[in-house]
């Protein structure tokens, strides 16, 4: 039972443009959300998290919103540069609970 | 401070073998986790230690089993390979909630 999702398997965006990606959850007990960026046989670096008593997050170009409502959060990349092509993982945990569940990612390409 | 270490990197078995993992995590940090990613799949949990002692597990079979030494690091071991084991096999840890932060991973590849 997928848990997290990211139903968006892909993203092309011009350099200098926004990119928003975005996650929904299923699961009310997450209250932890995090992202990661993921290049080919590398494993996943860490880029910005979110608690769920905040509904915003930044962290330089990166910006992470939260709607515990929808179950939903999304991350802004602002302005795309080349270097964030890479594979974008959405991950989520609940309280006491140490592992994370992840979505299966969104490949984003950001066009010159 | 160094990051999260997997030894080996890449590794080639055959259906049958079994294969032992290490990760070195992040000094100061006590809490290893282990998550195996596969196309099909994408990244899933595996189990977690934490000082010496498994806290969390995953749904795989009894095959796939680890261990944390007093020093931190961990292994993971899979005995009975089978061809759908083939996977990046990732090591994260922390220091005892909170962010993970990942190892390079070890490809392996049951032929």
């Known amino acids: 039972d997928q848990q997290v999702k990211q139903n968006s398997p892909s993203l092309s965006v011009q350099e200098g443009r926004i990119s928003i990606l975005n996650c929904d959850y299923t699961?009310?007990?997450?209250?932890?959300f995090l992202w990661y960026k993921k290049y080919p046989a590398e494993g996943p670096t860490f880029l910005i998290s979110?608690?769920?008593?905040?509904d915003k997050n930044e962290d330089g170009r990166f910006t992470v919103f939260l709607n515990k409502s929808a179950k939903h959060l999304s991350l802004h990349i602002v302005p795309s540069q080349p270097g964030d092509s890479a594979v974008y993982f959405c991950?989520?945990?609940?309280?006491?609970?140490?592992?994370?569940?992840f979505g299966a990612g969104t490949t984003v390409t950001v066009r010159a | 401070k160094a990051g999260v270490t997997q030894t080996p990197r890449y590794l080639i078995k055959t259906r049958g073998q079994q294969v032992t993992l290490s990760c070195s995590p992040i000094?100061?940090?006590?809490?290893v986790s282990w998550y195996q990613q596969t196309p099909g799949q994408g990244l899933q949990f595996l189990f977690e230690?934490?000082?010496?002692?498994?806290?969390n597990k995953g749904n795989f079979p009894g095959r796939f089993s680890g261990r944390q030494f007093s020093n931190s690091r961990s292994e993971m071991n899979v005995s009975t390979l089978e061809l759908g084991d083939s996977a990046l096999y990732l090591c994260?840890?922390?220091?005892?909630?909170?962010?993970?932060?990942f190892g390079p991973g070890t490809r392996l590849l049951v032929l």
């Open positions: 994260a840890s922390r220091e005892d909630q909170g962010t993970q932060y």
């Open positions: 699961n009310s007990m997450f209250d932890y």
């Open positions: 979110i608690s769920s008593i905040k």
């Open positions: 991950a989520a945990s609940a309280l006491n609970d140490y592992k994370l569940s």
């Open positions: 000094s100061g940090h006590r809490s």
């Open positions: 230690y934490f000082s010496e002692t498994q806290r």
